[in-house]
């Protein structure tokens, strides 16, 4: 097992190139293995000059990839290398065994080997982390777990996990259990890929045809002539636990380093009326507001969300 502090890049392994605005910055597949999978993702070299050579780890959200990060990693590779990863069971990473469920706290748990195993040997020891929906989730309860390894920490329309009152505690195990029962079902096989994209463009969190393109070819592969989602099913099941309210502000105030909210002006978070405490719990809190929907860092002008970015992480 290789512990170097750099990517391996798999046999397969290709360069890719991406153009945002006057930017074209090349990028390549990348793996990281862990103890019990192998994290697949997408590495941007820090461009020369670059202010610093802390690395940059970008988390992204529910049933998304590595590719949500197609327009904010090239232009942030100016502050350091940036690493984009695919969460387990999404993209080309591998999938938890059969078994086992997604829980939130296994994610923290990939983020924090990773982080031991490929970046422990950093200027100042310490990585950034930028994370959207799920991925902010989990970059703050890191930052909460382990302080010492953080050193700045951006949420985009992301500010602490899902949470149940505890009545509901019974009634989500239930619910839980029934469907790992129950399975998944069988796969839809999509004729070709804009087909599966068209399908991914309504739901919770709805994506233009152009940012649904951008995402949905890597959580795709080749099936009975057509097209079959990779990402597990599973992801779907709902999870057995789910964290009370008072935990997640504990963990919100855990945090010691600098946090940035990006916080989108037509996200899943603009129509909550009950973050004041979740913000007032973190205790070096920035709050930028963007214009935009959930995926305000990739669907439409994204320049607002990079600007902020790029102000937090540079003027420390």
Request: proline fraction near 6%; glycine fraction near 8%; hydrophobic fraction near 40%.
């Amino acid at each position: 097992m290789n512990d170097t502090a750099m990517p391996i890049e798999t046999a397969g392994s290709r360069a890719g190139r991406e153009e945002t605005g006057q930017t074209t910055q090349a990028f390549r597949e990348s793996e990281w293995k862990l103890r019990n999978l192998t994290l697949a993702g997408l590495s941007w070299p820090a461009t020369d000059g670059a202010r610093h050579d802390i690395p940059i780890i970008m988390l992204h959200g529910w049933l998304d990839n590595s590719l949500t990060f197609v327009k904010l990693a090239p232009e942030l590779a100016h502050l350091g290398p940036v690493y984009a990863l695919d969460f387990a069971g999404h993209g080309h990473s591998g999938h938890r065994p059969e078994g086992q469920s997604y829980l939130l706290m296994d994610y923290v748990a990939d983020v924090a080997e990773l982080i031991e195993r490929y970046f422990q040997e950093t200027p100042d020891g310490r990585v950034r982390l930028v994370g959207h929906s799920l991925g902010g989730i989990v970059g703050a309860l890191y930052a909460a777990a382990f302080p010492e390894r953080v050193r700045d920490l951006v949420m985009i329309d992301s500010l602490g996990a899902l949470s149940r009152p505890v009545s509901e505690t019974i009634p989500q195990l239930t619910k839980a259990i029934k469907k790992r029962i129950a399975g998944s079902g069988r796969q839809v096989v999509y004729p070709d890929i804009a087909t599966a994209a068209k399908a991914r463009e309504g739901g919770l969190s709805p994506l233009s045809p152009e940012a649904a393109l951008t995402l949905i070819p890597r959580n795709m592969k080749p099936q009975d002539g057509g097209y079959v989602w990779q990402t597990d099913p599973r992801l779907r099941h709902p999870s057995p636990l789910m964290m009370t309210e008072d935990q997640v502000l504990a963990s919100l105030a855990a945090i010691e380093t600098r946090v940035l909210f990006v916080r989108a002006d037509q996200g899943l978070l603009s129509y909550r009326k009950d973050l004041d405490k979740r913000a007032d719990a973190i205790t070096n809190l920035q709050i930028a507001n963007v214009p935009g929907g959930h995926h305000c860092h990739l669907d439409g002008e994204t320049s607002p969300v990079l600007t902020a970015i790029r102000q937090f992480l540079e003027n420390e």
